[in-house]
């Protein structure tokens, strides 16, 4: 171990799974089983990258293999990189061992739930660094580059890192625009992570929807020069950014040329193909989507979410219709996959009402998911979190966008904060006079104690804000 250049080592979940919590950058992993044994056996490794293939993760962190099997190969000594998986079919595999530099693979049982470290749903990395104190917690091309390169350096910043992460989880938060959080921390988390394509995505959207339009475009030429070396990065960056822009089709003009190259060095990463069609439709380029496409149904074919999101991805195309069966395929798949019920509601009601026209469908759809089983949100909660959650922030609006809608159908019942709900829905459907109609009912029902919502309707009023196009 003392000798090794870099391992892509799989770790293998006992039958003994101890519970572990949360972790934030500055938090000690718990020194219990497989952990304290991969700790133990870290020979000189001083930093550490756990990634879990835990339960529903499983399928997308195999997605990642080629990019760790990548840095591996480029690393300089001193990584170590552990797979947590769920039992020990998945670490029988040897093409998942070594990088072949080193003559070997390391194996280690880890009984620990690896899942149980993340919040946020999208995470799936944990570096820490030779003594399992935390650095990092999310996402490959999330600012995971920056900090394996600090924890080999030995010099990470972990307060900074903290905030970083904080930034991340709050993603949702860059709509309160300068009075929020996000805002006030996003320079010194950027400069802790500049090769963050999350972070370079909320700089953009604050730019966009604060700032005047020069200074919007400062912001991302500037993000495409930092991440132009990194397609996942790049990717994270121009699918981010572009899902939450109110006039994506500029946007997607300036990134597509990117994320074309990207999509070229980069044929068998899922992430950035998605990132390159939203890009390539937004900018007018429809046979080169078609192909990309095809390419990215082949990728996404094991995984349910991936159908979704590449679906997601062609009825916002500037002409959906043109891909209403390729999206119902991708739906069917994803639920005979066992996809989450909202992520289907809301790809089957896009598909009705963008590819095929047919509203009445459409709310059908939305009448089965309201009666299903197991039914525990309310609709104000179901269409936040839609409209704001960074797994589902711009995908399939439309879904929301109707849950708004019926939420509207009595007005006088309305709580002041579905009435902010009801609001961001409407300014994402391109109606801004009623955002700003509910917005100020959000106001004036909570007497003003909330400064999230003065500081949405202050951009409601905005001239840029309220001319926006339909649903994506």
């Known amino acids: ?70 840095l591996c190969a480029r690393a300089p000594a001193g990584l170590l990189v552990v797979t947590v998986v769920d039992g020990p079919a998945a670490g029988a595999d040897g093409a998942a061992g070594g990088d072949g530099a080193v003559g070997g693979e390391a194996r280690t049982v880890i009984g620990a739930a690896g899942a149980a470290w993340f919040v946020d749903a999208l995470d799936g990395v944990v570096v820490t660094d030779g003594d399992g104190v935390v650095h990092f917690v999310g996402a490959v091309g999330s600012g995971l580059t920056d900090a394996i390169a600090g924890a080999l350096a030995g010099g990470v910043d972990l307060a900074a890192a903290r905030a970083a992460y904080t930034c991340r989880l709050r993603f949702a938060g860059w709509l309160d625009g300068p009075d929020g959080l996000v805002a006030a921390a996003l320079p010194a988390a950027l400069a802790h992570a500049p090769r963050d394509g999350l972070l370079h995505a909320v700089r953009w959207l604050l730019a966009a929807a604060h700032e005047p339009p020069p200074a919007a475009a400062t912001v991302a030429q ?28 500029a946007l997607a003009a300036v990134v597509a040329p990117a994320l074309a190259r990207a999509a070229a060095a980069a044929p068998e990463d899922f992430a950035v193909q998605l990132a390159a069609v939203r890009a390539l439709g937004g ?109 589902t922030f711009g995908c399939c609006e439309d879904f929301a966008i109707a849950l708004a809608d019926r939420m509207v159908e009595d007005v006088a ?60």
């Open 413 to 472: 019942a309305l709580d002041y904060f579905e009435c902010d709900t009801v609001a961001f829905a409407c300014l994402r459907a391109g109606r801004g006079d009623d955002a700003i109609d509910f917005a100020e009912r959000a106001v004036a029902a909570s007497g003003g104690a909330v400064p999230a919502y003065a500081a949405r309707l202050r951009w409601y009023r905005s001239e840029r804000a309220v001319a926006v196009p339909a649903p994506r």
């Open 1 to 70: 171990m003392a000798n090794r250049l870099a391992s892509f080592a799989f770790a293998i979940a006992g039958s003994a799974l101890a519970v572990v919590a949360q972790v934030a950058p500055g938090d000690a992993l718990a020194r219990s089983g497989g952990v304290a044994n991969a700790l133990a056996d870290r020979g000189a490794a001083r930093c550490v990258v756990w990634r879990d293939a835990t339960g529903d993760r499983a399928v997308r962190t195999r997605r990642d293999d080629a990019w760790f099997r990548a």
């Open 222 to 249: 500037a993000a495409l020069r930092e991440l132009a070396d990194d397609p996942r990065a790049l990717a994270a960056f121009g699918d981010h950014a572009l899902r939450g822009a109110l006039a994506p089709r």
């Open 283 to 391: 900018a007018g380029q429809a046979r080169a989507v078609g192909r990309l496409a095809a390419h990215a149904r082949r990728l996404a074919s094991d995984d349910a979410l991936a159908c979704l999101e590449l679906a997601a991805a062609l009825v916002a195309q500037p002409e959906p219709a043109v891909y209403g069966d390729f999206a119902a395929a991708l739906v069917a798949r994803a639920a005979a996959l066992g996809a989450p019920p909202r992520w289907l509601a809301a790809c089957h009601v896009a598909v009705a009402r963008r590819c095929r026209g047919d509203a009445a469908a459409a709310a059908d759809i939305l009448d089965a998911y309201a009666a299903g089983p197991g039914k525990a949100s309310s609709r104000n909660n179901d269409c936040w979190r839609w409209l704001t959650d960074r797994s």
